[in-house]
T-cell receptor
Framework: DQQVKQNSPSLSVQEGRISILNCDYT??????FLWYKKYPAEGPTFLIS?????DKNEDGRFTVFLNKSAKHLSLHIVPSQPGDSAVYFC????????????FGKGTKLSVKP | NAGVMQNPRHLVRRRGQEARLRCSPM?????VYWYRQLPEEGLKFMVY????????ESGMPKERFSAEFPKEGPSILRIQQVVRGDSAAYFC?????????FGPGTRLTVL
């Protein structure tokens, strides 16, 4: 029973264009959502988060959108850079910012020069 | 401020041996989480600890696995009598109050 789903295992975009990574969830008790970026042989690096009371959060080139009615969130990266190439994990918590995280399986983003 | 430290980075054990994985949280962080990642999978929550207390161990296998976060020293994830299915990357995360910051992980290989 996968509560957090990232249906695209991979995504390829051109440098300078927008990258859109999608995530769906099934548990309506989730109230806090995060995106992490992971390089091989390293731990996940926190990118951006959003509370369920908001529908958008922006930090530099990264914006997360939350659609609670659709149980869907997305991460927009613009403009995309080759250094953004990594695996991106969506995660959700039902305990606010301190709860344990439920992760999706990840989407591998490749940004081509 | 050093990040979350995990050691060893790589650990090889034979079936039946014990594995001890250590995690030193970031300075000032009192919350520690352990996650496991199998190949081609996302991270799976195992246990959440605060100093000397287990807060949530709902993701921990009932047998052979234990975790502690003593008043002094690192958090320890202990796996007794390892089996091949325990081979995975084990990540520790710490947080002060909000976002979790992850260590580099320990890659456990059981022969």
């Amino acid at each position: 029973d996968q509560q957090v789903k990232q249906n695209s295992p991979s995504l390829s975009v051109q440098e300078g264009r927008i990258s859109i990574l999608n995530c769906d969830y099934t548990n309506s008790m989730f109230d806090y959502f995060l995106w992490y970026k992971k390089y091989p042989a390293e731990g996940p690096t926190f990118l951006i988060s959003i509370s369920s009371i908001k529908d958008k959060n922006e930090d530099g080139r990264f914006t997360v959108f939350l659609n609670k009615s659709a149980k869907h969130l997305s991460l927009h990266i613009v403009p995309s850079q080759p250094g953004d190439s990594a695996v991106y994990f969506c995660a959700a918590s039902a305990g606010g910012s301190q709860g344990n995280l439920i992760f999706g399986k990840g989407t591998k983003l490749s940004v081509k020069p | 401020n050093a990040g979350v430290m995990q050691n060893p980075r790589h650990l090889v054990r034979r079936r039946g041996q014990e594995a001890r994985l250590r995690c030193s949280p970031m300075k000032g962080h009192s919350h520690v989480y352990w996650y496991r990642q199998l190949p081609e999978e996302g991270l799976k929550f195992m246990v959440y600890l605060q100093k000397e207390n287990i807060i949530d161990e709902s993701g921990m296998p009932k047998e052979r696995f234990s975790a502690e976060f003593p008043k002094e020293g690192p958090s320890i994830l202990r796996i007794q009598q390892v089996v091949r299915g325990d081979s995975a990357a084990y990540f520790c995360a710490s947080s002060p109050e909000a976002e979790q910051f992850f260590g580099p992980g320990t890659r456990l290989t059981v022969l």
